[in-house]
């Protein structure tokens, strides 16, 4: 089956910086695919000439199978919503969402049939009267996309389109935006820097560093299976250490920390005695105890004290001051509420199983 899009060898250099470098990707289509990465990788240059703002300097850009690179940004079969969504104050709802439709010469019943069929799609039936400025955050989000999908393109380009909302809000659009995507049928290309949007709406996400994709992946591939160690720190909250591997065991390894703590973790790649490595534990992969006989079986078990209570609902985590560690450690509170009675300073004990510790060869080394 053709994808909506795809990209081939995309490459844009700037003067002498490589902004984007060799980047292949495809999208099926239908889906929600996310271009997840820190500010200054590449993926809004990646966005902006998918849409054609700016040519490739190599690569091609294809939509369901047709190259678009000579095709002009108005012609092309994709729109986008930006962070600050470019509604015109002047306008009320119904000429906003009309707007690209009158541009095409669309008569007037029909436009007005379209903008009543989109506002019913995105759950806000007769407002097509009302200003912009009488809509709340979300509504001026959702209207934004209506004036998008009346166009019926086949790829809605989004970028960073929730950053300028607040938190409550943002978390409730990720669900609206997903929901969104999947009553329209029509494949959505994200980007943000936010791993959280990312992993919730995302049927596939690339994590781009330095212009280049780490990983491409379900948000499940990402978080449990990272296979580099940029991913490994970029997506979800770790502990890590940095540390030198003195026993090579099949897919396992023993190392030493620069703290002096004796561990063992799954290699991720290449690994060689000698070799410097970077570990990574998420929070949650630890175990939590109040005896060290209640940690029997795991891989790793060190003891230390409360030094943080880091208290968030559901969310809440711990920080165990460790000096066979070396430092502090960064712990999820079991929602059982076991733990409840914790206080700063509490003995504590923690293990956790190489399985759950992802290594990786230190800086390529």
Known sequence: MIPDLECTGLTRRFGETLAVDDVSFSVPAGSFF??????????????????????????????KGRSVLDVAPNKRPVNMVFQHLALFPMMNIEANIGYGLRRAGMSKGDIARKVDEVLDRIGL????????????????????IARCMVLEPDVL????????????????????????????????????????????MSDH????????FEQVGAGQDLYYRPETAFVAGFVGDSNRWRGTVERVAGDAVELRTETGLT?????KGQAANGGAVD?????????????????????????????SLLFNGAASRIIVESGEAG??????????????DL?????????????QANCFAANGG
Not at 280 to 297: K, M, N, S, T
């Open 157 to 200: 380009l989004l970028d960073e389109p929730l950053g300028a909302l607040d938190l409550k809000l943002r978390e409730r659009m990720k669900i609206e935006l997903k929901s969104l995507q999947a009553a329209f049928d029509t494949t959505f290309v994200y980007i943000t820097h936010d791993q959280s949007e990312a992993l919730v």
């Open 343 to 355: 206080k700063r300073g509490a003995p504590v004990h923690v293990g956790w199983s190489a399985a």
């Open 263 to 267: 561990m063992r973790a799954a290699a």
């Open 279 to 307: 570990i990574f534990v998420r929070p949650e992969a630890i175990r939590l105890a109040r005896e060290p006989g209640d940690l029997a079986g795991f891989d790793n078990r060190l003891s230390g004290t409360v030094g």
């Open 125 to 144: 039936p007769g407002i097509g009267k009302r200003k912009v400025d009488e809509l709340s955050g979300g509504q001026k989000q959702r209207v934004a």
């Open 205 to 212: 996400i690339a994590v781009m560093n330095n212009g280049r």
């Open 34 to 63: 996310s271009i997840l990465g820190p500010s200054g990788c590449g993926k809004t240059t990646i966005m902006r000439m998918i849409a054609g703002f700016l040519e490739p300097t190599s690569g091609d850009i294809a939509i």
């Open 327 to 340: 430092g502090e450690i960064e712990v999820t509170l079991p929602q059982s509420g076991e733990f409840a």
